[in-house]
DNA sequence: TATGAATGAGACTTCATTCAT
DNA sequence: AATGAATGAAGTCTCATTCAT
C-alpha cells in the first residue's frame, strides 16, 4: 500500500517499457495469453516462459488483470501501422484490391486470430478494454480506409454518401469468410486461407465498384 | 453398463431433455456459461444459480464439458429456426431487407453475443466443438441464404457466379457493424443499434442488388 | 431409526443369506472389495456389479462397512474347510508335505492375497474384524493342524513339546517365500510359484523332521 | 524446464530432505499415511497434522503418489541399517539368536506394522512400489542374512544347501507369530510379544540347528 | 421390496498473490 | 530489483447415504 516500498514499475506511468525485464514480461505473458486465454493461462506459467520468478511479475504489474491489458495494448500497438498506407496515386481499383488482401492477409494469421478470441473472451468481464481494443484496431483502420475514400470522393473516382459505412463493408466482405471460421477454430489450409483470400476479395473489389464508381454505369 | 445404478439421463440416450431438474440444469449453466465464459464459470455457481446440488450436476452430465456442450447445442438449435424461411415469391429487394433486418437483430441480441464470445473463447481448447457451431449456425445459414440465391438466379432474377461468396457477403455487409463491435464489448443502445441495422441493411440490398441484379449490366 | 418402516433383513438376524438379491450383492460386493481394497471400492460400482441399485445395497445393509464385514465372513467360511483333513494313518512325512503343498498353493491364489491384503489394509480401522478373521483363518488352521502333531506326539511318531509353535512354524516355512513377496505386489508366474512351494515345502519338511521327528538322534 | 518458478524441492533432484518444511511435511504424511493407509489419508489432514498449508504439499511434492512414495522410502531406508550387522566371530548360536530377536521386535513395532499394512493394501494399485519395498526390505535383509550363512558354510560351521531358502525360512520362524497376527489387528499385549518373541526364536535357532549344524548328521 | 433421483461433504489439485530476504 | 517459499481460497469431481415412490 505505502509507496515507498514497492518497486518503482507499478507506481509511476513507466508506460515506454523501458526495461528490459518488462520486455521479458510481457513477451512471454503475450505468448500464453494468447495460446491459452486469459482464465487459461497462469501466472507461474508466464512466469516459466519469462524465465522470471513469479513475484516479480508482481514488480511490474499489479495483477493478473493488469498484464493482460498491458500485453493487449501492445499486440494492438504492433497491429496499427500494417496495412494501413494507401497510396492516392494509384488506381483506385488497385488499392482496393491491395488493401483487401493484405486486410484478408492480415486477419488470418494465427497470432490476430487469437489475439481476437481472447480479447472477444474477457469482453464481458474488461469491457472498456475491448472497447478500446476495437477502437484503435478495426475501427481505426477503417476510419483511415474511409478517409482514402473520402479523398476518392471528393477526386470525382468515387459516388458514395456514407463513407464509414462503405468502408467496413468492403472490410467485412473481404475479411469474413476467412476470418469467421477461424474464430471459430475451423481448420483452414494455407492453400485453401490463400484461395478463399483472393475469391473474397476480387468479389468485394468488384461488388464495391459496381456500386460505388462514379458513372459506373455511364462508362457503357 | 447396467443402467440401474446412476441416474438416467447420463446413461441412456435422453437427448430431448424432458426431466424437469435437466431443464433447470440447462438453464442455471447457460446463464452462467454465457456470463463467464466457459473457463471463468465455475461448477459451483452454476449449481447455485440451477438451484440443484453440485452431485446433481454430475447425474446429468459427465463433466463440466458435456454440460457446455449441451447449452451451447440447445442455443444453436434456438438459433437455426428463426431467420430463415425466404418467401420465393416476395420480390428479391424485399426478401433481402427482410432477411438482413432479422440476421442484424439477431446478431445483436445480448445472448447471441454471449454465445459466439463462449464458443470462439474456448474454440482453442475444443476446435470441434467451435467447428460444429461454425458450420451448424453461421455456415447453415449461408447455405440456406445461398440455396435461395441459386432459385433467384435460376428464375432469371440475380445473376451471380458464386453464390455461396456472394451469401455470405451480404450477410457479413449487414451484421458487421453491429456484430463486430458489440463482440468486443462496445456498448450501443438499443437505439444506436436499430439505426445500424437499418444503415447497414439498407446500404447492403443497394449493393447487393447493383451488383447481382439481372439487367444490372444488360442495361448496357 | 424406527423399526418398522426400514426392511426386514437389516433389522433381524438372518444371516443365513436366504435372500437372491443377498447373494447378488454379497456376489458382487465381494468381487469389487477384493479387487479395489475396502476404500477404493465404492457403492456405485458394487451396485453396478451386483446388478442391483443402490438403493437396496442399503436395505440389506446398514452402511458399507458392514457389507464389507459380511464379505469378509463368506471368504472366511469358504477358506476353512478346503486344506484342514489329516489322514492320520498316512506316513507323517507325507501327510506334512501334503499339508504344507496344499497350504503354499492356497496362499498363493489372488483370490487369497486380495482378501488378505484387504483385511490388514483396514484393520487399523476394523481391529476387530481383522482379529475375527485371523482366529478363524489361519489361527483355526494353525489349531486343527497343532491337533493333528498332539496326535502324532501322543502316537510316539514325534516329539515335540510345544506343537502349536511347531504348527505355526511349519506352516511359515511352506508359505512365507509365497505368501509375502505377493502380497507386496512381486509379480510371480504361475511356474516360480510353483517352484518355491516344492522348494519350501520340501525344505520345511526335512527341517521339522530332522527337529522332531522321535529318535531322530537315537537312530544313530 | 526453468528451475526459477515453482519452490526448488520438486524441480531438483532434492532428495536429501534438507528442508525443514519437507521434514516437517514427510513426519506429518508419514505418521496420517501410517495410521489411515494411502487412500484413508487425504492432503488435508495430512497438512493439518503437518502444519503446513495445502498448497505447500504440492510445492514440495507433485501428488498424493510421490509423496506417500517419499514416506515410505524415508521408512524403508530407516528400516535397513538396523538388524543386519553379523559379527562373524561370534557363535553362531549367539548370532542367530541375536538376529531373530531383532528381527522379531523390529516386525513387532507398530510403526512397522503399519507401513506394512499400508504398502500391502495399495500393492493392487501400485505394484512396482510394492515390489520395490519387498526388494529393499524383507528382501534386502534375507540377502543379508543369507550371506552370513554363506560365510559359515565356507567356513565349516554349517551345512545348507540352499542358504536364501534358509535364511528366508529361518526369518519367518522367529516372525511369524507376531507378524501375522499383528498385521491383521489382533491385540498383543508388550509382554504377550516379548513372550512369543522368545518362545519363536528360541525355537528356531534350535530347529535351525538341528537341521544345519555341521556334524549334526555326521555325529552319527 | 426395490428403486433411482438427489444430496452435500469432502477428495485432490491449482493458482493468484504475499512477504521475508 | 528480484526472488522463491508459502498460502488458502476455489476449482472439478466422487461418493456414501437418504428418501419418496
Redo the contacts with the bound molecule.
Keep these: 500500500m505505502s509507496s515507498s516500498t514497492q ?3 507499478v507506481e509511476e506511468g513507466w508506460d515506454g517499457g523501458e ?3 518488462r520486455r521479458q514480461i510481457l513477451a512471454g505473458a503475450s505468448s500464453v495469453f494468447m495460446s491459452k486465454g486469459f482464465n487459461g ?5 508466464i512466469a516459466r516462459v519469462a524465465e ?9 504489474f499489479q ?3 493488469q498484464l493482460f491489458e498491458a500485453c493487449i495494448d501492445e499486440k494492438r500497438r504492433s497491429f496499427l501501422a500494417r496495412v494501413l498506407d494507401f497510396h492516392d496515386e494509384a488506381p483506385v481499383e488497385d488499392e482496393l484490391r491491395r488493401f483487401g488482401m493484405a486486410l484478408a492477409r492480415f486477419v488470418a494469421e494465427p497470432e490476430v486470430i487469437m489475439a481476437i478470441r481472447t480479447v472477444t473472451g474477457i469482453a464481458e468481464q474488461m469491457p472498456e478494454l475491448g472497447a478500446r481494443f476495437y477502437d484503435n484496431g478495426p475501427g481505426h483502420s477503417a476510419r483511415v480506409f474511409a478517409a482514402y475514400l473520402d479523398r476518392k470522393v471528393a477526386a470525382g473516382e468515387l459516388a458514395i454518401q456514407n463513407t464509414a459505412l462503405a468502408a467496413l463493408q468492403f472490410a467485412d466482405m473481404c475479411q469474413s469468410n476467412l476470418s469467421r471460421p477461424l474464430l471459430f477454430g475451423v481448420n483452414l489450409s494455407a492453400h485453401e486461407r490463400e484461395l478463399r483470400a483472393e475469391a473474397s476479395v476480387t468479389q468485394a473489389v468488384q461488388t464495391f465498384l459496381a456500386t460505388y464508381r462514379h458513372r459506373g454505369a455511364d462508362a457503357c
Tied chains: 1, 2, 3, 4.
Design positions: 518497486a518503482r514499475p526495461s528490459l525485464k493461462a497462469s501466472m507461474g506459467e522470471v520468478s513469479k513475484g516479480t511479475l508482481y514488480v511490474y495483477n493478473k488483470e
